[in-house]
């Protein structure tokens, strides 16, 4: 059995971006899908519950925002990439309310469901 080294390309949007190269590539390899986000994805893909799953979509993306992504307190070499991570994420909430607001489409198992 032959070891095979994992090989990475980073492209990384700030300056002076050495003193975060390695916090980068761990946090890459080290992130997982939690559970909760299984239910989410496949609930909103799907249309099984899509109100639910848009809450719990919005319930997810607001504490990620407010954990993770406070810009201002980032050194200054990070903080346009981490403000428009929560740029994005603000974006995704409003999409996630407008699916709760409006409901599930046509093809979603939701309507199916209905009758």
């Known amino acids: 059995m032959s070891l095979q080294a994992n090989k990475?390309?980073?492209i990384s949007p700030v300056r002076d971006e050495e003193a975060y190269l390695r916090f980068t590539i761990e946090s890459m390899i080290h992130q997982t899908i939690?559970?909760?986000?299984?239910?989410?994805v496949i609930?909103?893909?799907l249309?099984?519950?899509t109100r639910?799953?848009?809450?719990l979509g919005l319930?997810?993306?607001v504490i990620a925002t407010v954990t993770a992504h406070r810009w201002w307190g980032y050194p200054q070499a990070v903080q346009l990439m981490q403000y428009t991570f929560l740029?994005?994420?603000?974006a995704a909430a409003g999409g996630l309310i407008l699916l709760f607001a409006t409901g599930p489409g046509k093809i979603s198992l939701d309507?199916?469901?209905?009758g």
């Open 111 to 114: 309507e199916k469901l209905k």
């Open 34 to 40: 939690r559970p909760a986000e299984w239910i989410i």
């Open 8 to 10: 990475y390309l980073v």
């Open 59 to 61: 319930l997810f993306v």
């Open 43 to 45: 609930s909103l893909v």
């Open 47 to 49: 249309g099984i519950g």
């Open 52 to 55: 639910y799953g848009a809450v």
């Open 87 to 90: 740029v994005k994420n603000l």
